[in-house]
């Protein structure tokens, strides 16, 4: 059996169930929450893949309410969603469950696992409260202090109201007679409340949740001793498995519904977004998320804007490029394609095969996603919307090199810290600048210019930082010159990242209203 993807319940998760012909037993992947199942994804992925080689099926998924799942206000939905993962498996066949959680899906995990049930805990917090509290702290400092909104709290990559709040922080460990085994840091405790269980001591977490998604590395050791453990616990003997019934479109309500997509030579995976209200030559508007991050976006920002385009009368598709989501094989090694040629031939591939005519097309991008609208040349878009743009090169990068430089700016060795502070101690700020302008070839002007000049109308939507490096890097002169076709949009208490609520209330509004604006008799 390969990799089946679709919905399955009420209200649906999404889900993917991989496995063998006949599998030993079957493993429940529990998704990490916010933006830590965003940076955990392909080592999920991972996971699944070399489970599927020992012979042990498994199910990732999206909790209800939360990624490509319906809508959902549950607070209970995580655990809730975790036990419907478990039995989807079983209506395939497979007996024997195991429940794997890592961060802080360790504390959904224990509290979904049945009492026969194994589990596996990875790098996990202490207690629904610790990972409160030390999410509450950490939004605080990268959003600010005003994360509230309509009664929402924004953490980071996940809003929760009271009632959530509630249940996350009451989750909780307790002891354990079945199998059980704690993967921690080195020096790390085991969870007290777990009782007497295995310990492990790994390497690679920090390295995979303490830094963003372009500096996350996949650790591969960590991924095959949680693989080596869950094969030594499975039966030897194998159970023929059955396709589970899975749903192969969501109707996320009695307009909108979402199917997935393979497109492309490459089979990149998607979700396709339409609505009753879509007219047969409705515009379509094409998603790219930014960083290494899937299709998804900030706190999931893509797909409400997605279902809200739909819901206005267009067709929307969100993409996984190469080397994110589920696109592309996953490799413990592998290199990201952070502003590369592979990423801009992903996006004509794509524009191929939706074979739409320009003046119907637009496309809005975030971050590295922005970068890549805005490359969208030969293909002649009618509108381009850049949300969080950063890097203004025409030249694309080697695959991997982005990412490569920015750790060692982030984490550089001793001698690259000594030449720093000489460079900086003795190189003029006004050369600095000059250098670090020809690092984005061409700067604003050089990015924009192809675009405006065959017809594309240009929108960025900037918090102050990207502001800042769009006027540093000649953004005002471009404003100047292409009036009427490029147009800026400054959000002052917005982040580039997006975790800010109203930063990604003023995206969504604004997209909203440009693709309403460019093509307004059929929207």
Known sequence: MSTLHGWSGSPAVRVAVQSPPAARAGVVVVPPLGQEGVIAYRTLRLLADRLEARGLASVRYDTSGRGDAAPDTDPHAQVRSAGHAAALLRSTGVERIAFVGLASAALVAAGAVGDDDALVVWDPPASGRAWLRGQRALATMTIGPDRVVDGYEALIGIDVDPAEADVLGALAYAPRSAPTVAFVREGAPTPRALGPVDRVEVTGSAELLDRTSMHARIPGPAVDAVVAWLDGWAPTAATPVREPALQDVLDVDDRVSERIVRIGPEALFGIETVSSAQGHDAP????????????????????????????????????????????????????????????????????????????????????AGAWLAGRAVEQQPRLVVEISPNDYRRTPAAPGSYADRVRAVDAPSARRRRARTLYNRWVPEPVRALLARRDRIGGVVGHVRPLVRHGTDVVLVVAPEDAELFDRLGGRRAVRRWSGRLDVVRVPEGDHALFSPAMRAAVRAEVRTRVAATFPARV
Do not use: K
Not at 287 to 298: D, F, I, Q
């Open 284 to 367: 379509t508007v094409l998603l790219h998320n930014g960083s290494a991050e899937h299709r998804v976006g900030a706190t999931d920002y893509q797909v409400a804007l997605a279902r809200d385009l739909a819901r206005d009368g267009a067709r929307v598709l969100r993409i996984d490029r190469r080397g994110t989501g589920e696109s592309s094989v996953v490799r413990a090694d592998e290199r990201d394609f952070m502003f590369a040629q592979e990423w801009i031939d992903d996006q004509a591939d794509v524009l191929d095969a939706l074979d739409v005519p320009p003046e119907r097309l637009a496309l809005v991008g975030m971050c």
